[in-house]
């Protein structure tokens, strides 16, 4: 049973920083795509961040580029975003997930609640 787990999520003050994490289980997912995304209320879910796990190779949405950092431990299984100088319009729920294709994830985690107070 695949599962992955995100922790680290919390009210921060803008300009702060957390780190959110992701462990997976279930499988192998040397070759997959792990992805970070957020929903805030009343929008629809974006994308934030992605990282392969065999290469290492990221990208990001331009709205976090520069501020957050996206990484992987593959000896813990688990995928990491580092968030520095976070803004208001950062607080969502922040799912992660894992897909084989770039652009098409079939597994995602329960989300993590990340709050940026003004």
């Known amino acids: 049973q695949v599962q992955l787990v995100e922790s680290g999520g919390g009210l921060v003050q803008a300009g702060g920083s957390l780190r959110l994490s992701c462990a997976a289980s279930?499988?192998?997912?040397?070759?997959?795509?792990m992805g970070w995304f957020r929903q805030a209320p009343g929008k629809e879910r974006e994308f934030v961040a992605r990282?392969?796990?065999?290469?290492?190779?990221?990208g990001y949405a331009d709205s976090v580029k520069g501020r957050f950092t996206i990484s992987r431990d593959n000896a813990k299984n688990t995928v990491y975003l580092q968030m520095n100088s976070l803004k208001p319009e950062d607080t969502a729920v922040y799912y992660c997930?894992?897909?084989?294709?770039?652009?098409?994830?079939?597994?995602w985690g329960q989300g993590t609640q990340v709050t940026v107070s003004s």
């Open positions: 990282v392969n796990w065999s290469s290492g190779s990221t």
């Open positions: 279930g499988r192998t997912f040397s070759s997959y795509f």
């Open positions: 997930a894992a897909g084989y294709y770039r652009y098409s994830y079939e597994y």
